[in-house]
């Protein structure tokens, strides 16, 4: 039971993240009008969030191999908490102050995510393991669609911007009480498996590595880009009202769930890397469709195929660039993690800057460079890496 428990608080830990993270585009334009800034001015703010957490991945990297793991994410929620009690207690209409909480609620949520990683790798083997990361996936697209959701009818019941993100606070709370109720494992597992791991340290810095952490940056600077201003192209370009923009978001992140249960049940049978290139293909022309249609309700439409279909190129990916390094070492997928997290922490800010100089339209625009970039990336991949195989062939 109490493996059970700590489980679901791993999965929290992205609910957390994600009922931040996924309200972005449905708050931007509410955030614009309490502190009385261009709608592009509040986007770039969030890149504040995004880069707090990229800021909470490294303290996690510091202090969740000196300090207990139950004291950690003790500390975290608390501070959590009280950041959100002071966002909605206090009405202060300053961009400064606003911009510190939302880098401090992210430097939280990176910190309380890797604390869910870090209880997952010590709860599960290595065969159980890759099916409870898949569920934090699913748990993240859960929140991604319930979180927005609810900001749409707060918003739409006249309630300020940073209510719907006193929201996500039912989840801290109830990871915070759990925090004191149940039994979490000791660090020494974590230090010996580490000891382990650095034995027969591996050189991943190849050519290779480095092109897919950057189709994985790519990615998510597409994927952050889109989902921060479909619902202002929605509003601004194909005449939608407020609640029915904002529940775009939540047309991308409901599906995501089924298409990630989906294809981890397609790689049992299917190899990664034709199927990553199936999907990219799929995103390209679903990009385009967005881009060049009018129908709002056919925009709507695709958006739930797009989530459906796409939501795991993150995953697919990292599965390729983990196995152009043979052997590779556990700090490989914490390079790639940390290079696609870098495309999330600057999407909103350098999305904004497009937005300003050419509308919002390019935003649109914006996301299908984006994934034919991530493609060409991928194949050159796989072509130097087909290349490289062919070689030790023939020496062999």
């Known amino acids: 039971m109490n493996k059970v428990a700590l489980t679901l608080v791993a999965f929290m830990t992205y609910m957390v993240m994600a009922g931040l993270m996924t309200q972005i585009g449905v708050l931007i334009s509410p955030m614009s009008n309490y502190l009385g800034i261009s709608i592009t001015a509040a986007a770039s703010m969030f890149s504040l969030l995004t880069g707090g957490t990229f800021a909470g991945t490294f303290v996690a990297m510091m202090v969740y191999s000196r300090f207990p793991i139950q004291r950690i994410l003790q500390c975290n929620y608390l501070a959590f908490l009280v950041l959100l009690i002071l966002l909605v207690s206090f009405d202060i209409r300053l961009q400064w102050v606003v911009s510190v909480y939302l880098f401090m609620l992210g430097l939280c949520c990176g910190v309380g995510l890797a604390g869910g990683a870090v209880l997952i790798a010590k709860l599960y083997n290595e065969q159980k393991r890759a099916s409870a990361f898949l569920a ?134 299917v190899p990664t890397r034709p199927l990553l290139l199936t999907v990219l293909l799929m995103a390209i022309i679903l990009s385009i469709l967005l881009y060049t249609t009018q129908d709002p309700d056919w925009f709507l439409t695709i958006t739930l195929a797009l989530g459906f279909m796409t939501s795991c190129i993150f995953k697919l990916a990292i599965s390729v660039g983990s196995q152009q390094i043979h052997s590779a070492p556990p700090i490989l997928v914490t390079f790639l993690l940390c290079a696609a997290t870098i495309g999330s922490t600057v999407a909103p800010a350098l999305s904004a800057l497009v937005v300003s100089m050419f509308g919002v339209s390019s935003a649109m625009l914006i996301t299908v460079i984006g994934f034919v970039l991530v493609a060409i990336l991928v194949v050159i991949c796989l072509l130097m890496e087909k290349r490289e195989n062919s070689i030790q062939v023939i020496n062999e």
């Open 136 to 269: 934090t996936d699913c748990s993240f697209s859960l929140a991604g669609y319930v979180f927005p959701s609810l900001a749409i009818v707060l918003l739409a019941a006249n309630q300020l911007w940073m209510v719907s993100y006193a929201a996500v606070g039912v989840l801290a709370i109830v990871i915070l009480v759990a925090c004191f109720l149940l039994s979490f494992p000791e660090n020494a597992e974590v230090a010996e498996t580490e000891l382990v791991a650095t034995v027969k340290p591996t050189n991943i810095w190849t050519p290779r590595v480095f092109i897919i952490a950057l189709a994985l940056c790519c990615y998510l600077t597409t994927q952050t880009t889109f989902l921060t201003w479909e619902p202002n192209y929605l509003q601004q370009v194909l005449g939608l009202d407020t609640t029915q923009a904002a529940s775009a978001v939540g047309n991308y992140w409901g599906p995501s769930i089924f298409g990630l249960l989906i294809v981890t049940l397609l790689v049992m049978k």
